[in-house]
């Protein structure tokens, strides 16, 4: 048959020519066509993912594997296919492979963009700033002339994994190793420091309650030797006014007895021992009476007395019993 059917997909820019010119374009199309003098562009507008792989050198010089994926549209499959053969053959498929070469073109370009960013990087940042990687790339992506000349739109850069060399990664991980091993020794040492500050701080409060118990217990032993300080300074004063009052009290007895013995002070003894109230007592009297002839012994020749005088004068000096009367003792008393 000579005529024939297209139908594409909404995701599908579709082009006919004839005679060199376009006579028909858009996006979904369907319609008959002239074979012999008709030629079908296909254009897929769908967003493609492209995996990709780069082996690159870091500022410090070491390798570094970055895997990730690409992905893009194309904005403008007329400028697309002015420069890629996306013509369909009578199969329905492309005639050339110019469709399988986009993909690797744009590989290309982010790898030169990717490369361009890694060597200003240490191979620490580069591990660990993917982020930052994936903006910068996609930004010179989108600025890239050979990019927008084929009316091809980047539309994401996704860096999965950046590696470095095993054994720059033992190494990486001894030292990483190392340094959490570190931290961890740190912050034991830090806990230790902190328990020994704080039984410090303990200490401390315990020795200062401790001077500050001991202040108090001084204060108050200050306290209670002022207060036995002051009774005895009250003490001491009324000591000294009782010895006042005692002197003033002798001082007045001496002068009162002073007074009393003043009228008989030249009287002599003898008539005041008969005169006294005990004058009248027959012992003392006798006892008087010898006491006068032991005066005068000289002039006495001899001296007589009875034994019954003196058993008289030496009962008469013996006191009764308390409790017993004087006559259930003595008996009557005998005359002579």
Sequence with gaps: ????????????????????????????????????????????????????????????????????????RVAD?????????????????HRSEDPEKLPERLVQVAQVRARTVVQGMALR???????????????SLSAAEPIRALGVEVM????????????????????????????????????????VEQERRIKESEL?????VQERQRQIREAKMAGDIAVEEQRSALMERWAQNEKQAADARAYALEKTLAPVRGVDWKTLMATSASGGDPALNIALAFRE???NAHRIGELNVSPDLLNSLMNAGAKPPRDTPRNATQGPARER
């Design 1 to 72: 048959m000579v005529i024939g059917y297209m139908k594409a997909a909404p995701t599908s820019y579709v082009m006919q020519f004839e005679g060199g010119q376009v006579v028909r374009e858009g996006a979904g199309l369907s319609f008959f066509y002239w074979k012999p003098s008709a030629t079908l562009v296909s254009v897929p507008l769908s967003s493609v993912d492209v995996p990709f792989a780069f082996n690159e050198i870091t500022r410090d010089f070491q390798a570094v594997t970055l895997q990730g994926q690409l992905t893009y």
């Design 77 to 93: 499959a007329r400028k697309l296919s002015s420069l890629l053969d996306y013509s369909l053959g009578p199969s329905g498929r």
């Design 125 to 139: 940042e580069v591990l660990v700033g993917a982020q930052t990687i994936e903006a910068q790339v996609l930004a």
């Design 156 to 195: 994401a850069f996704s860096l999965l994994s950046a590696k470095p060399t095993p054994e720059m990664a033992r190494a990486l991980e001894a030292d990483a190793r190392e340094g959490l091993q570190r931290q961890a020794d740190e912050a034991i040492y830090a806990r230790r420091n902190a328990a």
């Design 208 to 212: 200062a309650t401790e001077l500050a």
């Design 293 to 295: 002839m032991a005066e």
